[in-house]
């Protein structure tokens, strides 16, 4: 009886440090399990403020294309001012500074997408005046919102 007593206790004894073994295994695996969970955690956050950032981004050219004026040199000291961007653009100003239009208008309640408008632009005799073309526009048909800016020409 004695010598089967031994033989349970040792089996036991190897038994526990089985367990001991294996517990430690599941505890190294829950450890790695826990740090890819914290690491695939942090990369999707990650992802979420690129994403954030690629959106605003995309908002913000999309706000800068909703109304694009261009300049447009034809034959001498012609110019055509043209509307490139996809909306209009309400109370409209053209600055021309020491560069004379002849008489046109260059005040414009609307200016929609696509449309055109032409200038003579021709030296003033005062120098002392900078020659420039700066346009003036509100976003909103009530220009409620801030008015934009924008310098075509000059320094």
């Known amino acids: ?54 959106r605003a981004e995309e908002i913000a050219e999309a706000e800068r294309r909703r109304v694009r004026f261009e300049l447009v040199p034809e034959c001498g000291s012609a110019h055509v ?13 053209v600055e021309t500074g020491n560069l004379g239009v002849m008489g046109e208008d260059t005040d414009f309640d609307v200016f929609e997408p696509g449309d055109q408008h032409r200038f003579l632009l021709s030296r003033r005799v005062d120098a002392d005046l900078a020659e420039h ?15 934009r800016t924008v310098k075509l020409l000059g320094p």
């Open 81 to 93: 001012l043209v509307n490139t961007g996809t909306d209009a653009a309400y109370g409209v100003h």
């Open 133 to 147: 073309v700066v346009v003036t526009w509100h976003h909103r048909p009530d220009q409620s919102d801030e008015r």
């Open 1 to 54: 009886m004695d010598i089967a007593s031994f033989v349970i206790s040792c089996l036991a004894a190897v038994a526990a440090v089985a367990a001991v073994w294996y517990g430690r295994g599941q505890k190294r695996a829950a450890d790695r399990s826990a740090a890819e969970a914290k690491r695939s955690a942090d990369a999707a956050a990650e992802m979420t403020e690129v994403e954030r950032a690629r």
